[in-house]
């Protein structure tokens, strides 16, 4: 038996059981990853810069310009990742945010300069979105409909037969 006949007939593995194409393995990986190092950063950037003499309001106004800045780049991502294709974004995405990041560490926090760190942090705001919203147009685009989840009106919560007698929300979609 060949390599190509084994692997026609291998069952498959923990991941596509899941619901994971093997070929996004690596992506959940690194947004895993990317995500929680940035949730982590906002549970002690906030006593960090005050430590270093920036006052809580400052630190405030600088975390809602990234948030703003995160909110305008996350919409603008879906539609960069459908034209530059989700990999060329997440891979822009990560180098803005490694950019901006070394900047911020090393051009504001060490010098203590607020202008480098609000405008540093800001455009790191840029790199977030573009990485793990583009990874969500990229899932989106590998999986098959198939293998999409059909919402369905009710979904059998009001009623024993509502899931059976509702119809189906997006019925372009269903596999049925």
């Known amino acids: 038996m060949t ?40 549970g002690f950037i906030s006593p960090f810069l005050q430590d270093r003499g920036l006052s809580a309001s400052q630190v405030s106004v600088m975390l809602t310009v990234y948030g703003a800045v995160v909110a305008v780049a996350s919409w603008l991502s879906g539609a960069l990742a459908d034209s530059w294709r989700p990999r060329r974004v997440m891979l822009t995405g990560f180098v803005l945010w490694l950019i901006f990041e070394v900047i911020f560490l090393a051009g504001g926090v060490a010098t203590g300069s607020y202008l480098v760190m609000i405008i540093s942090y800001a455009l ?31 979904s059998g919560s009001r009623s024993p037969w509502g899931r059976a007698s509702s119809p189906d929300m997006f019925p372009r979609c269903s596999s049925r």
């Open 3 to 42: 390599n190509a006949q084994q692997n026609t007939n291998s069952s498959p593995g923990l991941l596509e059981r899941q619901g994971i194409q093997g070929s996004l393995k690596w992506g959940f990986l690194a947004v895993m990853i990317f995500m929680a190092g940035n949730s982590l950063e906002l």
């Open 124 to 154: 790191r705001g840029v790199g977030y979105p573009l990485f793990a919203y583009g990874f969500l147009v990229w899932i989106t685009m590998a999986t098959p409909r198939s293998a999409w989840a059909v919402p369905r009106v009710g």
